[in-house]
């Protein structure tokens, strides 16, 4: 059973331009620490960022919250397993706060799809349930 989905496409040039304008503070306001460390020496910056950006959208937009005064941007943080496959890993709040809009007798699993071509990246998360 789907509790929500979530999709985002970002182009590329606007994270580069935010970067360009407010650097490290954009950077600090978005992104979590792992985010930041593992993206500081990147060539493709504004594209991994982006890719991180246009994932904590969709995810926003699959738990069906936007980001309010329960989720902010740093606690969905955008990792990846040694195969190369995305996941998101939340703060204990975000946690908390996907526990209370699941159904009792129920566990959530989240899929993250993430795709870039040239000038854009969009990025596709879906929450699932199943039954505990």
């Known amino acids: ?16 331009k ?5 650097g490290d503070s954009f950077v600090k306001r978005i992104f979590s620490d792992d985010e930041i460390k593992n993206n500081k020496e990147m060539v493709l910056k504004a594209n991994k960022l982006a890719k ?5 959208e969709a995810f926003v937009k699959a738990l069906g919250t936007g980001f309010t005064k329960h ?14 496959k995305p996941f998101i890993d939340l703060s ?3 946690q908390e706060y996907l526990r209370k809009k699941t159904p ?7 899929n993250v799809s993430i795709s870039d071509e040239k000038d854009y990246v ?9 039954k505990k």
Not at 1 to 16: A, F, P, Q, Y
Not at 122 to 127: D, E, H, K
Request: hydrophobic share 40%; glycine share 6%; no cysteine.
């Open 1 to 16: 059973m789907i509790l929500g989905t979530g999709i985002d496409l970002l182009k590329i040039s606007r994270v580069k």
């Open 18 to 22: 935010v970067l360009d304008k407010y």
């Open 52 to 56: 991180s950006f246009a994932t904590k």
């Open 71 to 84: 989720i902010f941007f740093k606690d969905i943080s955008l990792k990846n397993e040694k195969s190369g």
């Open 92 to 94: 204990n709040r975000a």
């Open 104 to 110: 009792n007798g129920y566990k959530t699993t989240i």
């Open 122 to 130: 969009v990025s596709n998360v879906i929450i699932s349930l199943q």
